[in-house]
């Protein structure tokens, strides 16, 4: 069996040095950690990791922390089993299971819940996951996680657990951006631009202006290479198929014609006073910064709650939640109605 790696290309100092990271902890049974901007390739280096490991041949699973809600996504990693909830009529597999012998890609790994984040620390630490439902199983997995965000200082602030963190970060591959590495957008042009004109079913690619590649190398690629990447094949679809690209369209947005933005929100009221007795009150004057986010959090809840008669599902809206987010927060909080109020 072949495996082809993950196309990677630059060659800029900081990007091979990279790779050569990758290399060099590709081949460990340890977890490993990808950081970088959006658009970086981390998704890609963890690919990489996978096939220059031990585990080339066995299961490569992926999953993105921050696409599910907590709910579906511990069933989605861990399982469930037959009647565990509402609508589970029969035994799921969970990824974790999927990728036994293999490796598991959790990709935004900083959204997953610490309900989640604990499941998960069970899981690197001892090989073990608990299927919604009860069910335990044993697995082979390494661990890949990835995000763009600051993962010591999430876990210092309480919002990642430091144990997970200890445990999945044996080691820390940290990609370059692409403002550090600009030798490399010259030949990245090059070949998404190949890639377009081949899709486009053109005969030949005429290449860049100098001016055209003076603009690509001055702009600063917030994006990354998935921001170039765009940018170069929009342009080169523009183009005239005979004649070098001239004109970089950067902003796909920009027009006389695009309607003006909108005012800026006004400020968010003042939370309710809440009274001494009220179930959601928290000492602020004494307690420390946590205290006092804590307890605003539980007074917007109530408020909202009883402004919208207790209706969840109009509450969660009103508050820019999914229905499954409010809940949990309710449940943190000790607001979720009893059975007897009829409210839900």
């Not at 990271?21 to 970086?40: C, D, F, K, M, N």
């Not at 509402?86 to 490796?103: H, N």
């Not at 027009?255 to 602020?284: F, G, L, Y």
């Not at 109605?337 to 409210?343: C, I, V």
């Amino acid at each position: 069996m072949s495996v082809t790696l993950p196309s990677l290309l630059g060659e800029s100092p900081a990007f091979q040095a990279a790779l050569a990271h990758v290399s060099r902890v590709a081949p460990l049974e340890r977890p490993v950690l990808v950081i970088g901007e959006r658009g970086t390739g981390k998704e890609l280096v963890a690919a990489r990791l996978h096939y220059l490991s031990r585990r080339w041949d066995r299961p490569f699973v992926k999953v993105n922390c921050a696409a599910l809600p907590e709910s579906l996504l511990d069933s989605e990693l861990f399982g469930h089993e037959a009647g565990a909830f509402t609508g589970a009529t029969r035994r799921q597999v969970g990824r974790i299971e999927q990728a036994d012998g293999g490796t598991l890609f959790l990709d935004e790994i900083a959204t997953a819940s610490p309900a989640v984040q604990e499941k998960l620390l069970r899981a690197v630490e001892y090989g073990e996951i608990e299927r919604v439902g009860g069910r335990t199983a044993t697995v082979d997995v390494r661990v890949i996680g990835a995000t763009n965000a600051d993962l010591p200082a999430l876990a210092a602030a309480g919002r990642f657990r430091a144990d997970l963190l200890d445990r999945l970060a044996f080691d820390v591959v940290t990609l370059p951006p692409l403002r550090a590495r600009p030798d490399d957008i010259p030949p990245l042009a090059d070949h998404f631009a190949l890639g377009m004109v081949r899709e486009l079913e053109r005969p030949l690619f005429p290449g860049f202006t100098a001016d055209a590649l003076a603009r690509l190398c001055a702009h600063d690629w917030p994006g990354n290479v998935r921001e170039l990447r765009n940018a170069v094949e929009r342009s080169v679809a523009a183009a005239d198929p005979d004649a070098a690209v001239d004109h970089i369209i950067l902003d796909p947005f920009r027009s006389p014609w695009r309607p003006a933005s909108p005012p800026s929100a006004t400020p968010p009221s003042p939370a309710p006073d809440v009274d001494d007795t009220s179930p959601v009150a928290a000492p602020i004057v004494d307690g420390g910064i946590l205290d006092q986010v804590r307890a605003f959090e539980a007074a917007r809840l109530r408020e909202a709650l009883e402004r919208h008669r207790f209706n969840q599902r109009q509450t969660a809206q009103s508050l820019g939640l999914g229905y499954h987010q409010l809940r949990g927060m309710l449940k943190k909080h000790g607001l979720i109605p009893s059975p007897q109020d009829g409210r839900g």
